[in-house]
């Protein structure tokens, strides 16, 4: 791209295809009238009130092979977007992309890194593993300069080898189950219950079995675990489980029904003593005494994952570690009105006894 002047007189036709590289503003009775630096000469030209003579205007005028900044802009918010996601049209060179769906924000984030060390992309996106609500933009796109080499802009996107960068994971998990053991009583079991039910309605899902157990034994929870999977829960979550304890009964439950154990442990407070294992493709949640009665926990941050459908696996957990202290994090993961109560805990506190956050 060439920087030119153009004054009044002279012929359009040698600036073809030229941007304002600034703003300009004059004066239309009495008022200014600003026109923003990307807008095409010709354009320009036909908005501005008056042409006097000496009127100058600073110009970029393309190469050969190069991209107008909306062109570029709009090329690789398409190779970002992913499903779940609507792409606007350009504005100001700029491309926001907001969700179509409500669900699970998914973002690659080497992707993006990728993207923005190129020099030929600018993505800034919201955080992965945010709920997101059907609107809410969760990207932008835009091109670094008014010009862009397009071989460049393809290369940068060839990097992405067809994948998406940006999608949305619906909540398509809608039966949840819970199994509590001998630990949980049934004053904390009722409150428990009711917590969890709210919480679920948020994610057009429910609470639609519980099983309170009056014996610890692995052979009675299998049954109870096998039970509730015959009858199509698709999320079973465990309370009273102690991860600590090599032969936990309800890890051990899990081994026997040929549950596959995908994590003990998580490196996110509250919530470190919390375990998954998956029974064929339904997940099961070993959760800690912090992650019943509405107290922010692992669980408020694992829960839309496994209502989306998204795999929790040892690498997945090992990331959100970055980010695991959720009392200072978990604000950006979630949009206005998705916190459980904030009075939760305290009416909630007398249920339970004095202990750390993941007895």
Known sequence: MRRRIFRTGDDLSAFAGAVLCRDITVPSDGKPVTIRRGVPLAEALQRLPQRGDGLEIAVLVPDKGELAQPDASARLASGVTGPGVAQEPPHQGQVNLRAAIAGLLRVDGTAVARLNRSGAALVATALDGRVVQEGETVAIVKAPALFVDEARVERALARLKGRPVVRVAPFRVQRVAMVAGTRIRPAQLEVATRHLATHLERFGARLVATRHLDDDDPG????????????????????????????????????????????????????????????????????????????????????????????????????????GLLSETQHARRPPGWYREAGDEAATAHLEPARSHDA
């Open 220 to 323: 009675e929870i299998a049954r109870a675990y096998r039970s509730l999977l015959q009858d199509g829960a698709e999320l079973v979550l465990i309370a009273g489980s102690i991860m600590l304890d090599p032969e936990d009964p309800f890890i051990v439950a899990a081994r026997r029904i040929r549950a596959r154990v995908a994590c003990i442990g998580a490196p996110v407070d509250p919530g470190t003593m919390f375990w998954v294992a998956y029974a064929g493709e339904v997940p099961m949640f070993g959760l800690a005494s912090c992650e019943l009665y509405g107290r922010l926990s692992v669980f408020d941050l694992l829960l839309p994952y496994a209502l989306a459908g998204e795999p929790i696996t040892r690498d997945l957990l090992a990331e959100l570690g970055y980010g």
